[in-house]
C-alpha cells in the first residue's frame, strides 16, 4: 500500500487503481478491434484492458511489453485522439475508451513496483551498434536484446532518451519517467556509451572494426529548419528545438538557468503552430513568460497541433493569431517584433487570399517552430549511404531497413521525415526484424566460410 501510496502522489494526473479498472471495465471487447487497427505498432489493446478490467496488473503489462518497449512514454505523448482512442467503436457517443490512461497506469505502475521483471534470453552470435536513443534506437535496441542479440546505444548526450528527454517538455513526459523506460531496456542486457558521438571522429567504419555486425542509425532530424526571411540572425530569435534542450539543460543542472534564452517578464512570438510549437508556447508560460503569442498563416481550423494540445495552452494563457504570414524580423541591435502579411479568408471552400496590409507583433524573443530535418555528421562521414534530395537516408525492402550501404540500417524520423513518437516505433520494429534477418544470414554465410556483400 506504501508503493501506491507513493505512485498516485507522484503521477496525480493519472488514473489511480479503482478509476483504471472502472475504465477498462467499460470496454465492448469487440469482434474487430478498431482500437488496435488505430494503433500503428498494433498493440494489442483488448487484451491488456481485459486483464485490467480483471485487475491483473502484471498480466497486462506482459501483454503490452511484447509490442511496445515504452509504454509510459506512449500512454503520455501519443495522439491518442487521431489513433487508438479515435478509432473506438464508442467514440461516436464522445465515449471513447481512454486507452492511453490504462496504458499509462499499467505502466507506471509495473515501473514502481517491477511487476514483470526482465528476461534476459541466452545470447546469439551478433552485434548491433544503435547511433541515437530517442523512440526508434530504443525500440531496435530492445526488440533486437528481447530476440537475444547483443546491442549497445550510442548517444552524445550525457542522458539517453533522445527528443524525450531533450525536445518533449517535463510537463507532458516526466524525465524520471523516461529514465524508468530507459533502465528496463537496459535491464534487458543492453549497454548505453553517453557522450559519444559518431561522426568524424569515431566513424560506421571504426565500429565496424570493433566487430559489430550491423549498425542502426536512429538520430532523427537534429537540426532545425531555417526561416528564409530578414532578420533571423537578430539576438533574440532562437528555434524550439534548442530552447527546449536548454530548458532540459538547465533543469538537470547541466548549464545555469540565466543561459535558457526565455525569461521572466519576456514577451515572445512563436512561428509555427505544430506539436512542437505548442510545447515552446507552454514551456515559455512556465518560464514567467508576461506573453506568449503563436502566430499561423492558416485557418485557426486547421492548426496543425493536436486539439488537445491548443486547447491546455489556451487556458495556460497562450494566444493564438491565424491568417498571418510573416514576412521579416523587425529590430536593430535585436529583435523587437515580427512584420506579417494579412491573409484574407474568403471561407472554407475557398483559397487564402494575400493581402497588401501588414501588421507588426512586439516581441524581445521569437521562437522560430517550422520543423526539423536531418543532420549529415554520420553520413557524411561514411561511404555508401545514400541519400534523398531532402537529406533523408533512402533504404530498402529487403532486408527492410537496410541503407544502400551493407550491414548500415536506418529508420524512424532520419528516414521517413518528421512524425509521431509511435510512428517512429512502428517503423523500428520493422528494422529490428530486418537486422536480425541479415546479421542471422550473416552468421550462418562466415561459418560457411563465405562473406556477405552488397
Known sequence: MENLERFIEYDPAGFTLREAIIEAKRCLHCAKPHCRMGCPIE???????????????GTASTIIAKRSNLPAVCGRVCPHEKQCEGSCILNKQNKGIKVGKIERFIADMDGELVLTPAVIKEKK????????????GLTVAGDLAKMGFSVTVFDAQQEAGG?????????????????????KIEN????????????????????????????????GNALAKSLPLPGTKLPGVVQATYFLQMVELANQGSIDPIEV????????????????????????VRREAASVTIINRDRESHIAALASEVAMAREEGVK????????????????????????????????????????????????????????????????GIEVDKAGYVK????PYGMSMRSGVFSGGDVVNGPATVVKAMKDAKLVAKGIAQYVEAKKLMEKCGLKMTD
Request: hydrophobic share 40%.
Open 43 to 57: 498493440n494489442e489493446i483488448p487484451d491488456f484492458i481485459e486483464a485490467m478490467a480483471h485487475g491483473n496488473l
Open 188 to 219: 534487458l542486457g543492453v549497454k548505453f556509451r553517453l557522450n559519444t558521438m559518431i561522426g568524424p571522429n569515431l566513424t560506421l567504419d571504426n565500429l565496424f572494426e570493433q566487430g559489430f555486425d550491423a549498425i542502426f542509425i536512429g538520430t
Open 125 to 136: 552470435s551478433g552485434q548491433i551498434a544503435v547511433i541515437g536513443s530517442g523512440p526508434a
Open 320 to 383: 493564438f493569431i491565424s491568417l498571418r504570414s510573416p514576412v521579416e524580423l523587425i529590430g536593430e541591435y535585436f529583435v523587437t517584433g515580427v512584420l506579417c502579411r494579412v491573409i484574407d479568408d474568403p471561407g472554407e471552400t475557398k483559397e487564402l487570399m494575400p493581402t497588401d496590409k501588414t501588421t507588426i507583433l512586439p516581441a524581445n524573443k521569437v521562437i522560430i517552430a517550422i520543423g526539423q530535418r536531418p543532420a549529415s555528421r554520420i553520413i557524411g562521414s561514411t561511404k
Open 163 to 183: 527528443v524525450l528527454m531533450y525536445g518533449i517538455p517535463e510537463f507532458r513526459l516526466p524525465k524520471q519517467v523516461v529514465r524508468r523506460e530507459v533502465k
Open 395 to 398: 533504404t530498402r525492402d529487403i
Open 261 to 284: 534564452p526565455i525569461h521572466n517578464g519576456d514577451n515572445v512570438v512563436i512561428i509555427g503552430a505544430g506539436n512542437t510549437a505548442i510545447d515552446a508556447a507552454r514551456t515559455a
